[in-house]
């Protein structure tokens, strides 16, 4: 095999166990980039990302094992973009788009998010004031919610009315994000910023989804189906604005799950389990599929043998893939639901 085949089966493997785009791209771009921790779509007129997107769990947000880098780099991927002379003495800083505190449960993720592509210039008392808090908040969202799919970007002229550097990167004049609660019931919101030193708290700037739509000329989660409701509707108090950080399972589910997951005989895990599908059989090589869902031994995991992804009671897929019930450190966990 050829480096050049090696390189694009790399590439592939890559693309196929991430879900940053999973929900489909918020729009065109120069160049799309397809990371660990995040996908971007990059503009070349302006030097910046124009949107950047990801899934964020709970899980994530707590497994903190890298420290944060502080190693801005130019993209290895993006030739000819922004430098790290473009910002010096510039007065703004280098704003991340998908935040570092968002990386934390990957050193390989944190890296990547330190690529000058996913910063853009943003006002410095903006940066760690306002926009910060709403950062926080979304932290707040993903643990509070379980899983949140996330995108953000800048709004910017056209013809950029500012820019830094000799790259000429864009000073966008407001910033955006969008958050969806993939988690039942499902829900939408938004958030528009200028990009100066203003006052206030996250909720102050919320609104619709269909708002930074509106405008930004992209659309969010294509691939969603039912999404356009969630867009126009718009409740604040539905969301916890307490930017707590901690996983939140009611103590009862719990209960009841390590009571259920304890009278599986150890039989069973040390034995040739079989496979099952929900809604009727399937053939699976040498396992015997099964379409009777009362036989199959309630662990409190199920873990999909297609794709090896582990997922919890909270999960779509749980009970609902082929697949069997599995221990809790099986395989590995659904992006989703955090296995």
């Not at 780099?73 to 800083?93: C, K, M, T, V």
């Not at 903006?126 to 979304?138: H, P, Q």
Request: net charge positive; glycine share 10%; charged share 25%.
């Amino acid at each position: 095999m050829g480096l050049a085949t090696l390189s694009l089966a790399f590439s592939l493997h890559t693309l196929a166990q991430s879900d940053n785009l999973e929900l489909g791209a918020p729009g065109t771009a120069d160049k799309v980039i397809d990371r660990e921790g995040y996908a971007l779509g990059y503009k070349t007129a302006w030097k910046t990302a124009r949107w950047v997107t990801y899934r964020l769990t709970d899980d994530e947000v707590l497994n903190q094992v890298a420290r944060r880098s502080e190693e801005f780099a130019p993209d290895p991927q993006i030739a000819g973009g922004p430098q790290l002379e473009d910002y010096r003495g510039s007065g703004y800083d280098r704003g991340h788009l998908a935040p570092a505190a968002d990386m934390k449960w990957s050193q390989r993720a944190m890296t990547e998010c330190f690529y000058l592509s996913n910063m853009v210039p943003q006002d410095r008392e903006n940066n760690g004031g306002i926009w910060n808090e709403i950062e926080n908040t979304v932290r707040g969202f993903a643990c509070a919610e379980g899983s949140v799919f996330v995108a953000t970007g800048p709004i910017t002229p056209e013809r950029p009315v500012l820019s830094v550097g000799k790259g000429r990167v864009a000073v966008p004049t407001e910033l955006w994000k969008v958050v969806y609660d993939e988690t039942p019931p499902q829900k939408m919101i938004g958030f528009i910023v200028p990009n100066r030193n203003v006052k206030g708290k996250p909720k102050d700037y919320a609104c619709s989804v269909a708002e930074v739509e509106r405008k930004t000329g992209l659309r969010f989660f294509p691939k969603l189906t039912g999404g356009d409701s969630l867009k126009r509707s718009f409740d604040a108090s539905a969301w916890d604005w307490s930017k707590s950080q901690r996983r939140r399972v009611a103590a009862a589910p719990r209960a009841a799950q390590t009571a259920t997951a304890s009278k599986v005989s150890d039989s069973y895990f040390a034995g040739i389990r079989e496979e099952y599908r929900a809604g009727g059989a399937m053939p699976v090589g040498r396992r015997k599929a099964a379409p009777v869902c009362d036989k199959w031994p309630d662990t409190g995991w199920w873990l999909s043998t297609n794709s090896m992804k582990r997922h919890n009671r909270k999960c779509e897929n749980y009970r609902k893939t082929r697949g069997y019930p599995c221990r809790k450190d099986e395989g590995s966990p659904c992006g989703k639901c955090g296995g």
